[in-house]
């Protein structure tokens, strides 16, 4: 987490960046965020925008203009954000099912102690991008993991891509993503 989004989004776009996501907490103004992320890449770059633990979803109400969400998908964080190996949060995952309630097309991403035994909850509450960390880098077999978290979402993306291809990101099959907790920006 960054607490000033907007310093960073030519740094990234200019790195070729394929994504932007920010904590709304960190703008006063969430929507400038987006527009600044839009604005500036040269090629379209999928906006997130991601809720820490206890920020309620009505953080994201600054997010729509013209009965638009301005962002491409959410990330529920399900841990407290800084550092690696912490446990998952299941009290999030009504947090999880309120956003799949409200858009039930859009990428939904989870972060924060995952691994093969909490992936099956995130999947039935709704969320299909899972932020894989500690789970991948720390196990013996880190492939197997990954086989394993892939399997406990690719039900649901392929469900999602059954009802609607109308979403504004990418409906993709196999959606694991690894996050390098110790990643420092320059």
Known sequence: MVSDPRKW???????????FTFHA????????VVDA???AAPRK???GVALKPGTPIAA????????????????VMTVEPGFGGQSFMPAMM???KALRAQFPTMDIQVDGGLGPATVETRRAAGANY???????????????????????VNEFCLQKRKRTTASRAPARVVPVYFFFHDFKMP
């Open 9 to 19: 989004v030519l740094p990234m776009a200019d790195a070729g960046a394929d994504g």
């Open 60 to 75: 994201l109400d600054a997010l729509w203009r013209d009965g638009e969400f301005l962002a491409d998908f959410v990330l």
């Open 130 to 152: 899972i932020v894989a960390g500690s789970a991948v880098f720390k196990a013996r077999e880190p492939a197997a993991v990954i086989a394993q978290l892939r399997d406990g």
């Open 25 to 32: 907490e960190a703008d006063a103004d969430p929507a400038a």
């Open 37 to 39: 992320i839009r604005r």
């Open 45 to 47: 770059m999928v906006v």
């Open 94 to 96: 009504d947090k999880v």
